[in-house]
Nanobody, 124 residues
Framework: QVQLVESGGRLVQAGGSLRLSCVAS????????MAWFRQAPGKEREFVTS???????YSADSVKGRFTISRDNAKNTVYLQMNSLKPEDTAVYYC??????????????????WGQGTQVTVSS
């Protein structure tokens, strides 16, 4: 059974850093496109960043230069390193997986599996 489990979210002060993790169980994910999305209170879920099996990375303009996605295929884990956090980064962060691979998509419906989310709160 496919399962994605996120962790690492917590309360942090503005300017601080966090690293989120997402572990995929049930199969290896070496060739799959992995992404992070987020949903702030009262807003729609939005694309944050993605990484392909080949390591191609795309990121939303709002996080470029601050957030970095990476993956460790040996551990079936994808990470999101978040630096210089701002209050507007407050959201539930979701890990997503696209089984058909590809280099990039920011459309939610292109992803097949989702984690349960982890809360990130940035205080001012």
């Amino acid at each position: 059974q496919v399962q994605l489990v996120e962790s690492g979210g917590r309360l942090v002060q503005a300017g601080g850093s966090l690293r989120l993790s997402c572990v995929a169980s049930g199969r290896t994910f070496r060739n799959y496109l992995m992404a992070w999305f987020r949903q702030a209170p009262g807003k729609e879920r939005e694309f944050v960043t993605s990484i392909s099996g080949a390591g191609t990375i795309y990121s939303a303009d709002s996080v470029k230069g601050r957030f970095t996605i990476s993956r460790d295929n040996a551990k079936n884990t994808v990470y999101l390193q978040m630096n210089s956090l701002k209050p507007e980064d407050t959201a539930v962060y979701y890990c997503a997986e696209r089984l058909s691979g590809g280099h990039y998509t920011k459309r939610e419906y292109d992803y097949d599996y989702w984690g349960q989310g982890t809360q990130v709160t940035v205080s001012s």
